[in-house]
């Protein structure tokens, strides 16, 4: 069983930056798949990036802004979110597993609890 625990989110002005994390309690293989997926209020859960195996990928309204790494030593995967934009909040969650389609959250058995990022105008 893996848990997922974010942490880094935040109220930040328009421009601002932040740097999400999301730590793995258990091994987990190396060719899982982490994504990115976050929920405004009144609106479904989108994806928003993802990193495994075969590189990294961003929806299109993130891109150029957010860059997702992983730590390997410290079992962790990272979201820096850059030129933060009021419509960039919402509540943000990771996701990891062995996935097919990195952006269809149904894939994806493992989620972490959310963490809140709030971008003010």
């Known amino acids: 069983q893996v848990q997922l625990v974010e942490s880094g989110g935040g109220l930040v002005q328009a421009g601002g930056s932040l740097r999400l994390s999301c730590a793995a309690s258990g091994r987990t293989p190396s060719w899982y798949t982490t994504g990115w997926f976050r929920q405004a209020p009144g609106k479904e859960r989108e994806f928003v990036a993802a990193?495994?195996?075969?590189?990294?990928y961003y929806a299109d309204s993130v891109k150029g802004r957010f860059t997702t790494s992983r730590d390997n030593v410290k079992n962790t995967v990272y979201l820096e979110m850059n030129s933060l934009k009021p419509e960039d909040t919402a509540v943000y969650y990771c996701?990891?597993?062995?996935?097919?389609?990195?952006?269809?959250?149904?894939?994806?058995?493992?989620w972490g609890q959310g963490t809140q990022v709030t971008v003010s105008s």
């Open positions: 990193i495994g195996g075969s590189g990294e």
């Open positions: 996701a990891t597993g062995t996935i097919s389609n990195y952006f269809y959250q149904g894939e994806y058995p493992y």
